[in-house]
């Protein structure tokens, strides 16, 4: 699967959230979506798009020189197929084009899929945030890559892209 990731626009809001209401225990709004879409200069919201469907998105927002992960997902018919790794690798490339040092995430800790894809990137635990998940009280860890702009980390990330293609 080779989908091609590109910035998301308004007329992709219900496709992405189709995806996200099967993703996640409280998907986001269109209101969220498009927000992140036309107003929020902070924000980088992209999607993943295979033969003109919609197969996974991603919202990377910047606070200073640290680029935080706000949302990722693929959609499940299209999963352990590659789409949530390029979704990654396209936000560390956005991330150094803003200057970003740091780029953190919010996983919940029984949700090892993900995990598993974040450590593969060199995301280390940095914190834990007791009961952060309102729906059922669950622990979010705080998952951060230090120095990400390093040469040889960014030769290692167009490796992997240029394999991937
Ligand atoms: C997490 C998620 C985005 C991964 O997307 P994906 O398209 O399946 O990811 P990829 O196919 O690129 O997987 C890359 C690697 O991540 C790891 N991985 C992904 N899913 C995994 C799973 N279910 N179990 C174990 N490892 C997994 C593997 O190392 C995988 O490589 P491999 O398939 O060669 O073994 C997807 O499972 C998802 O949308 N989950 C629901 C939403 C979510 O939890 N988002 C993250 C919130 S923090």
Redesign the pocket.
């Known amino acids: 699967m080779n989908p091609v990731i590109r910035p998301m626009t308004l007329a992709d809001v219900p496709a992405v959230m189709a995806?996200d209401a099967v993703?996640?225990p409280r998907p986001w709004s269109a209101d969220e979506f498009r927000r992140e879409v036309e107003a929020n200069p902070s924000a980088c919201a992209l999607v993943a798009e295979l033969e003109g469907e919609i197969v996974?998105y991603a919202v990377l927002w910047m606070f200073h020189d640290e680029a935080h992960?706000g949302?990722?997902?693929?959609a499940?018919a299209?999963?352990?197929?590659?789409?949530?790794?390029?979704?990654?690798i396209a936000l560390f490339e956005e991330a150094w084009r803003r200057e970003a040092i740091t780029l953190t995430?919010?996983?919940?800790v029984s949700?090892?899929?993900?995990q598993?894809?974040y450590a593969?990137y060199g995301f280390v635990e940095a914190g834990r945030r007791k009961r952060y998940y309102r729906d059922n009280g669950e622990d979010g860890l705080i998952l951060t890559v230090e120095d990400f702009t390093t040469p040889a980390r960014r030769a290692a990330l167009r490796a992997r892209a240029q394999s991937l293609r």
């Open positions: 995806i993703s996640f996974g992960v949302t990722i997902a693929s499940p299209a999963r352990r197929r590659g789409v949530g790794e390029r979704l990654l995430l919010e996983v919940r949700n090892l899929a993900a598993a894809l593969r």
